[in-house]
C-alpha cells in the first residue's frame, strides 16, 4: 500500500475520534469556556489553534518531562509505529547496523486503528509517525513526551522555518519528516502540455472540464482537501474557514462535479493517471513524484504534469515524535536524529517520494540526478513553498463537524 492510500482519511479520523480524544483531556464544555476565556478557538486541553499568524508553544507537564541528557543508547528492540510503507526500509536496517541493534516497524493503515492503540496502554510503542492535525491533541492527552534536543544534533539540519515550526513553536515534541504540496496532475497527452496552467485561475479546469472527460476526472477522498480545492476555484483562500455559508457553498461546487463529469473521489491518482484510468485528479506532490515508475512499459514521464502555484500553494508536512513511556527513549531520539542526517533523508526521499524538509537537499539537484524527471520538477517542495503556503489545520469541534456534514452530504450524491 502507497503511504497515502488508507482506507481512512487522516482528517476524516480526526473528526470521527473527537471525542475520543477529548476524553483524554477534557470535555467539550470546558473547551468552549476557555475559547470564551481567551479570545480564540481552542483544541484539547485547552491549547490553542496553531496558526501562522498565531503560532504555538506547546506546554509542558509536570508529569510528562523529557528526558535527562547524557544517557547513552538503550539496546533496543526500537519499536517503530508508522504508516504503511512510509520509510525506506533500506534505512531501517541501515540503523539498525549503525546502532548494533533490532528495529521493529509496526505499520497501522488508519489513525483510528493508530489512536486505539496508543490509548490502550498495551502497545509498548517508543517512535511515531504523526500529523500536524493530531500533534496538539496528542500533547493535551499526554501520549507523546516532549524531546531533549541534546540528542537531536541534527535538528540544525532542517529548514529554519521547520526547525521551530508555527504549530511547535521550538520543537519541544517532534521534528519534521517530510514535506508536499496538493496540486493538480494531468495527462498531457488528452489535455495538453499547459493542463490547468492554461486557465487564468487553473482551478477552475475541475468545473471546466467537458463531457468528454466524464469518468476520468477526480479528486482526493478527504474532505479538507476537497473541499479546500472548492474554495480555492472560488479564490477562498482560509482554508481553515468554519463559516457555514462558505463552507457549504464549496460542497455544493463539489456536487456539481459530480453532475457534469461523474467526478471520482480515490487517493489512487498516481496509478489512475499513469495507467490512463484518469485524465485529471486532484493530487499530492509525493504521489506524483514516483508515479512515473506506474506507467506503462513504453510509455514516457512526459504524459504526466503536476502543477500547483508557484507561491500560494497548499503545503503539509508530517513529523515523529517520542511516546511518552517509550520503554527505549534516548534510543528513539538517536532514530529521530538519524532520519534528519542529509544522506539518510535523501536515501529515504529516493524510495518515498515525500521530500524532507532539509537544507542540504538542493532541489535543482533532485531533478538534476533523475530522482525526479524534469516535467515533474514541480512535484519538488521549497522551503519558500511552505512559509508562503496554505495549511490544513485543525478545526474547533464546532468547525469540524461543519466540515465533515458538508462532505457527508456531498458523498451521499
Do not use: C
Not at 509536570?62 to 508508522?82: M, R, T, W, Y
Not at 541534527?154 to 521551530?164: I, M, P, Q, R, T
Amino acid at each position: 500500500m502507497h503511504p497515502r492510500e488508507r482506507t481512512t482519511t487522516r482528517r476524516r479520523f480526526l473528526l470521527a475520534s473527537g471525542g475520543a480524544v477529548a476524553a483524554l483531556s477534557g470535555a467539550d464544555a470546558l473547551l468552549r469556556a476557555a475559547e470564551a476565556l481567551a479570545g480564540e478557538p481552542m483544541g484539547p486541553g485547552g491549547i490553542p489553534l496553531a496558526r501562522r499568524s498565531h503560532p504555538v508553544t506547546l506546554p509542558l507537564y509536570g508529569d510528562n518531562e523529557p528526558i535527562a541528557s547524557g544517557k547513552s543508547p538503550e539496546k533496543g528492540p526500537l519499536q517503530v509505529f508508522n504508516w504503511a510503507e512510509y520509510i525506506n526500509p533500506k534505512v531501517v536496517r541501515q540503523f539498525e547496523r549503525d546502532h548494533g541493534v533490532q528495529v521493529t516497524v509496526t505499520t497501522f493503515e488508519n489513525e483510528e486503528e493508530a489512536l486505539a492503540k496508543l490509548t490502550s496502554g498495551q502497545a509498548g510503542f517508543d517512535v511515531w509517525f504523526a500529523t500536524v492535525e493530531y500533534l496538539s491533541r496528542a500533547v493535551a492527552g499526554k501520549l507523546v513526551q516532549p524531546l531533549d534536543h541534546h540528542y537531536l544534533p541534527n535538528l540544525k539540519n532542517v529548514w529554519a522555518s521547520l526547525e521551530s515550526p508555527f504549530y511547535d513553536v521550538g520543537s519541544r515534541y517532534s521534528v519534521p519528516y517530510t514535506v508536499y504540496t496538493t496540486g493538480i496532475t494531468w495527462r498531457t497527452d488528452k489535455l495538453g502540455a499547459k493542463g490547468p496552467a492554461a486557465l487564468a485561475n487553473p482551478y477552475d479546469i475541475f468545473w471546466h472540464a467537458p463531457s468528454k472527460w466524464t469518468g476520468k476526472v477526480a479528486i482526493i477522498d478527504d474532505e479538507r482537501e476537497a473541499l479546500g480545492l472548492a474554495l480555492l476555484h472560488r479564490h477562498v483562500t482560509d482554508l481553515n474557514t468554519e463559516a457555514p455559508s462558505v463552507v457549504q457553498r464549496a460542497g455544493a461546487d463539489l456536487s456539481q462535479l459530480t453532475k457534469s463529469v461523474h467526478v471520482k473521489t480515490n487517493q489512487t491518482d498516481y496509478t489512475d493517471v499513469a495507467n490512463g484510468a484518469t485524465w485529471l485528479s486532484q493530487a499530492w506532490s509525493g504521489d506524483m513524484a514516483t508515479a512515473w515508475q506506474y506507467l506503462p512499459k513504453g510509455v514516457p514521464a512526459s504524459v504526466l504534469g503536476y502543477w500547483r502555484p508557484p507561491r500560494g500553494a497548499v503545503v503539509g508536512s508530517d513529523m515523529i515524535t517520542v511516546l511518552r513511556g517509550a520503554k527505549n527513549p534516548v534510543l528513539a531520539h538517536a532514530f529521530l536524529d538519524y532520519v534528519l542526517d542529509p544522506k539518510k533523508g535523501l536515501e529515504n526521499f529516493s524510495w518515498l517520494g515525500y521530500m524532507p524538509p532539509l537544507k542540504a537537499i538542493d532541489p535543482e539537484a533532485v531533478v538534476a540526478r533523475g530522482y525526479i524527471p524534469k516535467n515533474l520538477a514541480t512535484t519538488v517542495v521549497r522551503e519558500s513553498d511552505f512559509v508562503h503556503g496554505l495549511s490544513l489545520l485543525p478545526l474547533t469541534t464546532q468547525g469540524q463537524t461543519l466540515w465533515q456534514d458538508t462532505w457527508s452530504t456531498f458523498k451521499a450524491g
